[in-house]
């Protein structure tokens, strides 16, 4: 199985200027983006497109 993550658009309406895309906001420890990729790891999906 492949996944598909979209990563558009840059959170303007975020008061985040430190962070160059919004899939890279913390959530918790880890980004937004690497805890869409460990999920996707822990559900053995392997292959993946951003």
Known sequence: M?????LA???SRLD???L???TLLPF??????SRHL???QALGI???QL
Do not use: F
């Open 38 to 40: 460990k999920c996707l």
């Open 2 to 6: 492949e996944a598909i993550i979209l």
């Open 46 to 48: 392997r292959k993946r």
């Open 16 to 18: 985040r200027q430190d």
């Open 28 to 33: 918790g420890e880890e980004t937004l983006l």
């Open 20 to 22: 160059p895309h919004k």
């Open 9 to 11: 658009g840059y959170g």
